[in-house]
């Protein structure tokens, strides 16, 4: 139990690591975009939008989703494995 939640913890720094990056990324570029530093959510919908369907991007879009992944599944068998 003690080793699955380590890995759990070590599997959330490496998601929050990802996803503050993929967010101070898209407040950069809708900053680079508007030339504001506090753009509003209509710009960072937009940024989000083209960062989902930017080829540049696609290999971070794919880590972030399979660590998100990854964290469901551990997240769900720590809660079966205590359940039982």
Partial sequence: MIIRLVLMGLVFLVWA??????????????????????????????????WLRSPEDKSSRRTLLFLTFV??????????????
């Fill in 17 to 50: 690591g990802m996803m503050f990056s993929t967010l101070f990324t898209l407040r950069a570029r809708a900053e680079a975009r508007t030339g504001r530093a506090l753009s509003g959510p209509r710009v960072f919908l937009k940024e989000l939008g083209v």
């Fill in 71 to 84: 964290l469901l599944v551990m997240a769900a068998q720590n809660a079966f494995a205590t359940g039982s």
